[in-house]
C-alpha cells in the first residue's frame, strides 16, 4: 500500500488535507480531501497497475503542491498516545483482541479525516500502547474520543497522552484530566 498525504493551512478555519491511497491487491486507487477533523470527500479509481499508479501518484503529488498543499515531515508532528490499562502485566488473548480493534478503529477514523497514522501498537506492563503520528494533537485527542465510544470499546480504561515527535520518552495527559498520575508508556 503506498499512502501520499498531504497539508495545507487555511486560516482561520485550520487544515485541510488531500490524500491518495494506491492498494496494489485491489489495483485502487482513493483520493480523498477535506478539512482535517472532518470526513473528507473519496473518489476511487479501479483497475490501476502499478505503472499507472505511480505516474497518478506523482501527477496528484505535483496538482496538490501547485495548490499550496506539502507533506509534513514527522519531526514537525506529534506522537498521540491511547493507552488502555489492562488487568494482565503482558496481555491476554483478549487484550490482543483489543489491540486490533482499537488500532484498527482508529486508523480507519484517522484515515477518513486526515488526521494522521495509528504507526505502532505495543504492549508494556499492564498497558496496551497505540501510537498514532498525528499533525494537530488537540483534533486528534478528540477524535480518539468518539471513535473509542462509536465502537463501544471500553471509555473506562482509556488513557491519552502526547508527546513531540523527537520526545517520545516524556508523554503529557491529556485524557482523563485532572490527574495527578503522570502519563506513562
Not at 499507472?52 to 501547485?66: D, S, Y
Not at 478503529?105 to 486526515?114: K, L, P, Q, S, V
Not at 504507526?119 to 498525528?134: D, H
Request: charged share 30%; glycine share 8%; hydrophobic share 40%.
Amino acid at each position: 500500500m503506498e499512502i501520499l498525504r498531504m497539508y495545507k493551512q487555511d486560516p482561520p478555519r485550520g487544515m485541510l488535507f488531500k490524500e491518495a491511497v494506491y492498494e496494489p491487491e485491489d489495483r485502487t486507487l482513493m483520493v480523498t480531501k477535506g478539512r482535517v477533523g472532518n470526513e473528507g470527500r473519496v473518489s476511487v479509481r479501479e483497475n490501476v497497475d502499478a505503472g499507472k499508479a505511480e505516474q497518478l501518484l506523482e501527477e496528484f503529488a505535483a496538482a496538490a503542491e501547485g495548490e499550496g498543499f506539502a507533506e509534513i515531515p514527522e519531526e514537525e508532528q506529534h506522537w498521540v498516545i491511547a493507552q488502555y490499562a489492562l488487568k494482565s502485566k503482558d496481555g491476554t488473548e483478549r487484550d490482543r483482541y483489543l489491540e486490533h480493534k482499537a488500532s484498527t478503529a482508529i486508523g480507519t477514523y484517522f484515515a477518513w479525516r486526515g488526521l494522521g497514522s495509528v504507526e505502532e501498537t505495543g504492549f508494556s506492563p499492564y498497558k496496551l500502547n497505540i501510537l498514532c503520528l498525528v499533525p494537530d494533537v488537540k483534533l486528534a485527542v478528540r477524535g480518539i474520543q468518539v471513535v473509542i465510544r462509536e465502537s463501544r470499546l471500553d471509555f473506562t480504561k482509556l488513557s491519552i497522552g502526547t508527546a513531540p515527535f523527537a520526545d517520545l520518552e516524556h508523554p503529557v495527559r491529556k485524557y482523563p484530566l485532572p490527574s495527578k498520575v503522570p502519563f506513562e508508556l
